[in-house]
């Protein structure tokens, strides 16, 4: 499937994956800040990646096993 936005694959894999249990709000708070970063000149800080690190990982991680359970 192609998606045209990070905000429509995040409404994506909500609503299609619930058994993956990502936060909304969480993902909402990160595209933002991108956008705010890239389109706005606005600095993402040293503290805000490290705030969301961990979480960050445990999505790519979680992502990382579903996409291999699917290709078994």
Same mark, same amino acid.
């Given at each position: 499937? #192609?998606?045209?936005?990070? &905000?429509?694959?995040?409404? !994506? *894999?909500? /609503? #299609?994956?619930?058994?993956? &249990?990502?936060?909304?709000? !969480? *993902?909402? /708070?990160?595209?933002?800040?991108?956008?705010?970063?890239?389109?706005?000149?606005?600095?993402?800080?040293?503290?805000?990646?490290?705030?969301?690190?961990?979480?960050?990982?445990?999505?790519?991680?979680?992502?990382?096993?579903?996409?291999?359970?699917?290709?078994?």
């Amino acid at each position: 499937m #192609k998606i045209r936005t990070h &905000e429509c694959l995040f409404a !994506f *894999l909500c /609503e #299609k994956h619930p058994e993956i &249990e990502f936060s909304w709000s !969480f *993902l909402e /708070e990160v595209r933002r800040k991108r956008n705010r970063s890239i389109y706005y000149g606005e600095p993402a800080t040293y503290q805000d990646w490290k705030r969301i690190e961990l979480q960050l990982n445990v999505y790519i991680a979680t992502i990382r096993k579903a996409i291999q359970e699917k290709l078994k």
